[in-house]
């Protein structure tokens, strides 16, 4: 995936305090001042949550650089540079890409945000670096209503994963790489959560192999790659994640694409953010994860396709579809850090046979 540079500079706004000859009055002993500076954030996630970022800089006058691109890239980055940070956060792509992968933990700093104590147990911050502040819905079926028809099927009988092995569909799914995208290696998870007997079993695997063998050979390597192909019709259906497929709806594409949950079970997970390792802008970072599960960063996260992870804040979007409409199953996620690189590795060698 192409790296670009996403720069917002906030103007700082210079109050005089003081009229001609008057001495401004000195700030309360003990208190700091809140703001200014810079934050540099290295994130994978989509545009909405993009902004969210930035709406914190506009509210401290700090100015927030953002380099998007996918989770292995930034944390390839935050690795090359442990020994000399350029940014401060990684926003996203955190809750597999290191909470269950030791090597990456040290690349963190440990810091519990205030207001974690607050949140559901189950999405508090765990392993004394991740602050989790939205929910990512990790199966995410879009599909491109006028491609599909014209393969003569039926866009309403389409409504699980099991549809994604229909023969028509052989070389015109989107795909991630599990290796290489948090999105992607979320998806392999809930299918091996709901597509066997029991949970990650054997039979789960002969239904993923099946599923490859259908890709024929397509494997992206950027998530936004599949919902901008799907929506534009280079695929008939892409296998995302929610955020980005709602923001596709909301923006008017619902007569271009529909969005479908797997009626076997989707998947919920939290989405994190975490301090790189002596960030050059340590403050502000830790008053950006502070923000974010404030009940004002939760409202903002609110009005994107994102859904809160406080969950007496609701999202604005009547295109999200309530939970109550869902088959919504929960992941054993400790279980899939502890293979996830046995399982990453299944899936390439899988798919590399499939070739």
Same mark, same amino acid.
């Given at each position: 995936?192409?790296?670009?540079?996403?720069?917002?500079?906030? =103007?700082?706004?210079?109050?005089?305090?003081?009229?001609?000859?008057?001495?401004?009055?000195?700030?309360?002993?003990?208190?700091?001042?809140?703001?200014?500076?810079?934050?540099?954030?290295?994130?994978?996630?989509?545009?909405?949550?993009?902004?969210?970022?930035? /709406?914190?800089?506009?509210?401290?006058?700090?100015?927030?650089?953002?380099?998007?691109?996918?989770?292995?890239?930034?944390?390839?980055?935050?690795?090359?540079?442990?020994?000399?940070?350029?940014?401060?956060? !990684?926003?996203?792509?955190?809750?597999?890409?290191?909470?269950?992968?030791?090597?990456?933990?040290?690349?963190?700093?440990?810091?519990?945000?205030?207001?974690?104590?607050?949140?559901?147990? @189950?999405?508090?911050?765990?392993?004394?670096? /991740? /602050?989790?502040?939205?929910?990512?819905?990790?199966?995410?079926?879009?599909?491109?209503?006028?491609?599909?028809?014209?393969?003569?099927?039926?866009?309403?009988?389409?409504?699980?994963? @099991?549809?994604?092995?229909?023969?028509?569909?052989?070389?015109?799914?989107? !795909?991630?790489?599990?290796?290489?995208?948090?999105?992607?290696?979320?998806?392999?998870?809930?299918?091996?959560?709901?597509?066997?007997?029991?949970?990650?079993?054997?039979?789960?695997?002969?239904?993923?192999?099946?599923?490859?063998?259908?890709?024929?050979?397509?494997?992206?390597?950027?998530?936004?790659?599949?919902?901008?192909?799907?929506?534009?019709?280079?695929?008939?259906?892409?296998?995302?994640?929610?955020?980005?497929?709602?923001?596709?709806?909301?923006?008017?594409?619902?007569?271009?694409?529909?969005?479908?949950?797997?009626?076997?079970?989707?998947?919920?997970?939290? =989405?994190?953010?975490?301090?790189?390792?002596?960030?050059?802008?340590?403050?502000?970072?830790?008053?950006?994860?502070?923000?974010?599960?404030?009940?004002?960063?939760?409202?903002?996260?609110?009005?994107? /396709? @994102?859904?809160?992870?406080?969950?007496?804040?609701?999202?604005?979007?009547?295109?999200?579809?309530?939970?109550?409409?869902?088959?919504?199953?929960?992941?054993? !996620? =400790?279980?899939?850090?502890?293979?996830?690189?046995?399982?990453?590795?299944?899936?390439?060698? !899988?798919?590399?046979?499939?070739?």
């Amino acid at each position: 995936m192409k790296k670009f540079f996403k720069l917002l500079m906030i =103007a700082l706004l210079v109050c005089s305090l003081t009229a001609c000859g008057e001495k401004a009055p000195e700030e309360p002993a003990g208190e700091e001042t809140v703001g200014g500076g810079d934050l540099i954030i290295y994130s994978p996630n989509s545009d909405p949550l993009i902004e969210v970022a930035y /709406t914190f800089g506009e509210k401290y006058g700090i100015n927030v650089q953002v380099v998007s691109a996918g989770t292995g890239e930034c944390l390839e980055r935050i690795s090359a540079e442990k020994e000399n940070p350029q940014a401060d956060v !990684m926003y996203g792509g955190m809750n597999y890409a290191n909470s269950f992968k030791e090597e990456y933990v040290p690349l963190f700093e440990q810091y519990t945000a205030a207001g974690d104590d607050k949140l559901p147990e @189950a999405y508090r911050n765990f392993n004394g670096i /991740t /602050t989790h502040y939205a929910l990512d819905g990790s199966a995410a079926l879009l599909v491109n209503i006028k491609e599909y028809e014209k393969l003569g099927l039926n866009l309403e009988d389409f409504d699980s994963y @099991a549809d994604l092995l229909q023969p028509e569909l052989a070389g015109k799914i989107a !795909m991630g790489d599990p290796a290489n995208s948090s999105s992607a290696w979320a998806e392999l998870t809930n299918m091996l959560l709901v597509m066997g007997d029991e949970p990650y079993d054997e039979k789960a695997w002969e239904w993923v192999s099946e599923f490859i063998n259908n890709l024929n050979g397509v494997q992206l390597s950027s998530s936004s790659a599949i919902y901008k192909g799907t929506y534009e019709g280079e695929y008939v259906v892409g296998v995302s994640y929610e955020d980005p497929c709602v923001s596709l709806l909301v923006d008017g594409g619902g007569d271009k694409v529909k969005l479908v949950y797997p009626s076997e079970g989707a998947v919920w997970l939290p =989405a994190g953010v975490a301090i790189i390792k002596n960030a050059p802008n340590m403050d502000n970072a830790k008053l950006f994860l502070d923000w974010l599960i404030s009940d004002e960063g939760q409202g903002e996260i609110a009005k994107t /396709t @994102a859904r809160p992870v406080n969950p007496s804040i609701a999202n604005t979007a009547k295109e999200m579809t309530p939970f109550s409409e869902i088959n919504v199953v929960y992941e054993d !996620m =400790a279980l899939c850090g502890t293979h996830k690189g046995e399982w990453q590795q299944r899936w390439t060698d !899988m798919f590399t046979a499939a070739q």
